[in-house]
């Protein structure tokens, strides 16, 4: 009999949702991204191989600017009607602080997270959406840790030795190895 396969172990970087209809999380395994799309009723599955992975690309969106000029319109109106009022006990006083506060709550929750963005992983085969990444932070800390791990999968290249692969690839002619870096 053969040994059952080791299971993988995952460890979650991101998840988010879009429009309240669908989750999406984003796990790492041992040498692949997972990215999970679900709706409550199917399920979708995109394996992104670290050694595969050629960029991450991340365009800020006018999501959160346009969300934080709509709640803090808002907000500055019910702010001038609260304190137009002399009578702060007043039902119309009081509606406004029950609608407000919950607003302020977005408000604020939104300003904390920091700006938006649509982010795609660069592989041989084209870009992969990954909905999960819709802040700018997290994809700053997913390219952080990923960094090594990539390096790991693919190996590194030193700079010069890049830009000289590039110059011989545009020329036309043959790269020589690069020699080895000096301590």
């Not at 050694?51 to 000029?69: E, I, P």
């Not at 904390?112 to 870009?127: A, I, M, R, S």
């Amino acid at each position: 009999m053969s040994s059952p396969a080791r299971p993988i172990k995952y460890r979650r970087i991101a998840h988010g949702t879009i429009a309240m209809i669908m989750r999406c999380s984003l796990w790492l395994g041992d040498d692949h991204l997972l990215s999970v799309k679900s709706t409550g009723y199917t399920e979708e599955y995109v394996r992104i191989y670290l050694k595969d992975l050629k960029g991450v690309v991340a365009r800020r969106t006018r999501t959160w600017m346009l969300l934080n000029v709509i709640l803090g319109s808002l907000l500055a109106l019910f702010g001038i009607g609260i304190l137009s009022t002399n009578d702060i006990s007043s039902p119309g006083t009081i509606a406004l602080f029950i609608v407000g506060t919950p607003l302020l709550i977005v408000f604020l929750v939104n300003l904390v997270k920091g700006p938006t963005c649509k982010t795609n992983l660069l592989t041989p085969l084209g870009l992969i959406d990954i909905p999960a990444l819709q802040r700018s932070r997290k994809v700053t800390r997913l390219i952080k840790e990923l960094r090594p791990l990539v390096a790991a999968q693919q190996g590194s290249m030193l700079r010069s030795e890049l830009l000289s692969r590039y110059d011989n690839q545009r020329t036309g002619t043959p790269s020589a190895p690069a020699a080895p870096p000096t301590p």
